[in-house]
């Protein structure tokens, strides 16, 4: 069921739900003077590091943009690539991953995807569906917008079909249909390697999140940027909105 995404949590410091978008892979390996795809797989070890350290900073979800729907434009090899890293993770790391408790979560179309890519988000998915120590939300095929219009047309089917009613609060009956409605909601989105963009990345989700960037190339990630994201995080005040009663005095 959805989570409500307003106003709620902020007496909070601990980023309980963060997301990554895990850029700067193609620079990393240019730099290096190798081809973008080792910079993929640089990625992945970066990407393991990186579950790892997150629960001993208090994250309890961590969401990863893997693949999204305009990476199809890239070219043919560059897409076999990341997806075939999608298949490289899961069979290098899902034993791990089920044994130290953490749920693989996976949002984003299933259609287009081949029939090898789908079992292995259906293992992953399958094989740690009774853990919750920790959650791993893996965004693949996936588009802000896109999650947001499939929410809508599935809304207006169930409403048409008598299955929900259009009374009560519109929003939390909405965000029930997006993918990521088992998901609290979340605190901080970061993004790597210096772009300053969401880049179509949980655009109705962003609505109340911190955003950090940091200059770090996504393979040279780990416990040590994570840890700064979070406490960048700790030392911003949320406000959703509001102004403090003493500013509004001030500010008049
Ligand atoms: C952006 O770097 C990164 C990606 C498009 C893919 C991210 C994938 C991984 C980190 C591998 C792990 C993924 C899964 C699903 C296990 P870029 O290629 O845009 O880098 P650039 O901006 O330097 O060119």
Do not use: C
């Amino acid at each position: 069921m959805a989570k409500p995404s307003g106003p709620q949590g902020e007496e909070s410091a601990i980023a309980r739900h963060v997301a990554l978008i895990m850029d700067g892979n193609g620079r990393w390996a240019k730099r290096r003077g190798f081809p973008r795809t080792f910079g993929h797989r640089a990625g992945v070890t970066a990407l393991k590091r990186t579950v790892e350290a997150a629960p001993t900073l208090g994250i309890e979800w961590l969401t990863v943009f893997g693949f999204s729907t305009e990476n199809w434009s890239r070219p043919p090899a560059e897409v076999a690539e990341l997806m075939s890293l999608l298949k490289h993770y899961v069979d290098s790391d899902l034993e791990r991953l089920e044994r130290e408790g953490v749920r693989v979560h996976v949002i984003g179309r299933r259609e287009g995807l081949s029939a090898d890519i789908l079992e292995v988000i259906e293992r992953a998915e399958s094989r740690t569906r009774a853990n919750d120590r920790f959650h791993l939300q893996v965004a693949f095929n996936y588009g802000g917008r896109a999650d947001i219009a499939d929410a809508a047309r599935r809304y207006a089917r169930a409403l048409a079909a008598g299955e929900i009613s259009d009374e009560g609060d519109p929003e939390a009956a909405f965000s029930g249909f997006l993918s990521t409605a088992e998901a609290p909601p979340v605190d901080l989105i970061v993004r790597t390697s210096g772009e300053r963009r969401l880049s179509n990345f949980l655009l109705w989700e962003a609505a109340y999140a911190e955003l950090v960037f940091q200059d770090v190339l996504w393979p040279d990630y780990g416990a040590e940027p994570l840890r700064a994201a979070v406490e960048e995080f700790k030392a911003r005040e949320r406000r959703y909105g509001r102004a403090e009663a003493d500013d509004v005095l001030a500010a008049g």
